[in-house]
């Protein structure tokens, strides 16, 4: 029969290091698969190999677990999204902005925000129960990448529309193009049955990402087309 390592076996920092690596990566799938309230710490151990005693040990309580879980969570966005963002906030502090450019970081940031391989299947699954039962986790992630990854958004588009650009309106509006992006993570069944596809790797990522920074386009330019022929109150989007 297996024996889960000792405690006693956890003094060498190497050990200790993989002891929490193998709970955090045991936590990520368990709670992509159950709330916070279902999952059991029993569970989590025996995935990560470890004694019932390590999370306690580790991570103080299961609560303190999820919310280093939540915190992991924030690495895995800034990984890919991160570098995108700081170019976007670079180009926002520039005098002058250049609608293309605009455009492109837009395109760019909503593109990365669509990974859907298979690591991501929990991450997504605990972000959106966090977006429907927020918990202290949802602070997390929220302070920690998603306010400002909106926060930038909302900013692109108010500086691709204009100055006249109503900003709540700016929200609402990267709201939307993100909420289409996100469905083909938050919604991964359906495309996976409805395109015939087994998996969603390089290829169906590629033409997702075509189709999300298409309809970007589409949407950007209809509202400055819409500005022009003056069906768009000004006070919301400044015609050229």
């Known amino acids: 029969m297996e024996v889960a390592p000792s405690l006693d076996t956890h003094t060498d920092p190497g050990r200790r ?3 929490r690596q193998a709970l955090l990566d045991a936590a990520v799938e368990i709670f992509g ?3 916070l309230e279902s999952a059991t710490t029993r569970e ?3 995935r990560a190999g470890q004694n019932l005693a390590a999370i306690p040990y580790y991570y103080g309580s299961k609560e303190g677990l999820y919310l280093a879980v939540a915190e992991h969570i924030v690495q895995v966005m800034m990984r890919r999204i ?3 963002m700081d170019a976007a906030s670079r180009f926002l502090e520039q005098a002058s902005q250049p ?3 605009c455009l492109r970081l837009l395109q760019r940031l909503l593109c990365a925000s669509i990974a859907n391989t298979e690591t991501m299947v929990p991450v997504t699954s605990i972000i959106v129960r966090e977006q ?3 918990t202290k986790a949802f602070s997390i992630i929220y302070s920690g990448c998603l306010e400002r990854l909106h926060a930038l958004g909302a900013r692109l588009i108010q500086a691709y529309l204009g100055d006249g650009a109503g900003l709540t309106h700016c929200v609402v509006r990267f709201h939307a193009l ?3 992006a996100l469905a083909f993570r938050f919604a991964r069944e359906t495309i996976l049955r409805r395109a015939n596809w087994s998996v969603i790797a390089g290829p169906e990522e ?3 990402g075509e189709v999300v920074s298409e309809h970007v386009e589409l949407v950007l330019r209809g509202l400055r087309a819409q500005a022009r022929r003056g069906k768009v109150p000004a006070a919301h989007i400044k015609a050229e």
Do not use: M, R, Y
């Open 44 to 46: 989590i151990a025996k």
């Open 206 to 208: 590629g033409l997702i």
């Open 17 to 19: 290091a993989s002891a």
């Open 33 to 35: 698969e159950s709330s």
């Open 132 to 134: 429907t039962h927020p």
């Open 178 to 180: 993100l909420g289409e």
């Open 82 to 84: 991160g570098p995108i």
């Open 99 to 101: 609608h293309e450019e």
